[in-house]
């Protein structure tokens, strides 16, 4: 079994992770920390635990004193958080997927500039892994550290890569415009995702400063060997969960939709969690699952090609995926414990 710890489990994500890896059948969850209910049953938390997660919620001190009895360490914190928990979890041979956002940017000045935070563990950046399984499969088998990509990113990513890899598009004309649940500002209480706030409303947020952008970024630069700048504009919408992105860019040469559907579906042929479909995607048919919806349109037109994926951003978008390196990261089925189907309604 693979004895596992999650720090930061009372959050969004770090539930749903709790949730993956208590039905995962090769891991046992050693501890859960959290620190706003530290001392706290995890079930009078998440009633739906009641009599199957009973575990107390231990504080950062305790969490740290048991690093020695586990073999991969999760942790679903705000950026600035994980830098000395990954330090003494790695000296001490624990394997660490990193929800948040301190391992993903390579260049710790961009770090800097987007998180106006210091990096604290500049020494690990070259050995961590960004953790797309999609593209990084072969090398996040053999790290111990992944940074556990973005919900945006994930969805832009996978949405854009092949037309990059086919040299089919201006990498300098994409535009990206993206829309997110309320789960994805998290669990802290904020005036602007309260009910009333924010339902019957939609609304554009962090436009041109989202820090999923450099992440975005970086990833699409190393895809097309220079350095790419985009538009990426976040918006949130009244619903619990979901992601769904619309990717637009120009075409740099004459080629049909049928094409373009050839060129993906022989790309994503082998992947499992990535689904090419010919029907606009829609977050209802992702939810709950691990699961990216991707269908392409072709604007003959205006000689633009338009890419739709939805995801969900608590699974897809982060404890999913952190499972799904896990698995490749222990060398188990990429898909165990994750075999599942959205639920609808």
Not at 42 to 55: A, L, P
Not at 140 to 163: D, H, M, R, V
Request: aromatic share 8%.
């Amino acid at each position: 079994m693979i004895k596992a710890g999650v720090i930061g489990s009372t959050g969004y994500a770090g539930q749903q992770l709790v949730w993956f890896l208590n039905n995962h059948p090769d891991v046992k969850i050693n501890f859960l920390s959290s620190h706003s209910y530290s001392g706290v049953s995890f079930s009078k938390i998440y009633g739906n635990y009641s009599k199957s997660i009973e575990s107390i919620c231990v504080d950062i001190k305790e969490a740290e004193s048991k690093l020695s009895e586990i073999d991969i360490l999760f942790i679903a914190l705000p950026h600035g958080k994980s830098f000395n928990l990954v330090k003494k979890a790695l000296n001490l041979g624990v394997k660490v997927i990193d929800l948040g956002a301190d391992f993903r940017l390579k260049d710790p000045d961009i770090y800097k500039q987007w998180y106006a935070l210091d990096h604290q563990a500049i020494n690990l950046l070259p050995k961590s892994i960004y953790g797309l399984p999609e593209l990084n499969r072969k090398i996040i088998k053999e790290s111990n550290l992944i940074a556990n990509p973005g919900c945006y990113p994930t969805a832009s990513i996978l949405a854009l890569t092949p037309l990059l890899k086919s040299n089919i598009i201006d990498p300098f004309s994409i535009i990206i415009d993206a829309k997110s649940g309320v789960s994805g500002a998290g669990r802290s209480l904020n005036t602007s995702i309260l009910y009333g706030e924010c339902n019957e409303s939609i609304k554009a947020y962090s436009v041109s400063s989202h820090r999923h952008t450099p992440e975005i970024e970086q990833v699409l630069s190393q895809i097309n060997s220079e350095n790419i700048s985009l538009l990426f504009t976040p918006h949130l919408v009244p619903m619990n969960r979901g992601i769904l992105t619309t990717c637009y860019g120009n075409l740099v040469k004459d080629i049909s939709q049928e094409e373009l559907y050839k060129i993906y579906s022989s790309f994503y042929k082998d992947e499992s969690f990535v689904r090419v479909i010919e029907e606009i995607p829609e977050t209802k048919w992702v939810k709950g699952s691990n699961f990216c919806d991707i269908a392409i349109r072709v604007d003959e037109r205006t000689k633009k090609v338009i890419i739709v994926s939805a995801i969900d951003n608590l699974i897809k978008g982060a404890a999913g995926q952190a499972v799904q390196n896990m698995n490749i990261m222990f060398n188990l089925d990429e898909n165990k414990g994750l075999d599942l189907l959205s639920m609808f309604p």
